[in-house]
Nanobody
C-alpha cells in the first residue's frame, strides 16, 4: 500500500531551523499534489503548505509564510519542508499528505488528501 514516511523532526531552539522530509512509495508521486499539516497539543490539525505536482506552484498558511519553504524532488519521490526562524508556537507533530490527481488547484483541507504519513515531532524551545 501507499506509504508516506516523514523524518527530520526534533528539538530546536527558537530562531533555529529544521528540514523535514517525506518519502513516498507505491504511488505515482509526480501525479500527486503534496501538503504539510501540523497538529499542536490540544489543537486541531492545520494546513501548513502545499506544492503542486510539478513543484512550480506553492501555497502557505499565513502563520508560516516567509519562514517555511516547501519543495519536492519527483526523481526521489520526496517532499521537503524547510523551516527557518522557528518559534515556540511551531511546536507540533508535522504530517505530510498526498492529494490525488482529481484535485485541481491548491489543496488546503484535510478531506482533499487521500494518504497521510505517521507524523514527525517538532519541538521549539524558547
Amino acid at each position: 500500500q501507499v506509504q508516506l514516511v516523514e523524518s527530520g523532526g526534533g528539538l530546536v531552539q527558537a530562531g533555529g531551523s529544521l528540514r523535514l522530509s517525506c518519502a513516498a512509495s507505491r504511488l505515482t508521486f509526480s501525479s500527486y499534489g503534496m501538503g504539510w499539516f501540523r497538529q499542536a497539543p490540544g489543537k486541531e490539525r492545520e494546513f501548513v503548505a502545499f506544492v503542486s505536482r510539478s513543484g512550480g506552484n506553492t501555497y502557505y498558511a499565513d502563520s508560516v509564510k516567509g519562514r517555511f519553504t516547501i519543495s519536492r524532488d519527483n526523481a526521489k519521490n520526496t517532499v521537503y519542508l524547510q523551516m527557518n526562524s522557528l518559534k515556540p508556537e511551531d511546536t507540533a507533530v508535522y504530517y505530510c499528505a498526498a492529494s490525488p490527481p482529481r484535485r485541481v488547484g491548491v489543496s488546503r483541507y484535510e478531506y482533499e488528501y487521500d494518504y497521510w504519513g505517521q507524523g514527525t515531532q517538532v519541538t521549539v524551545s524558547s
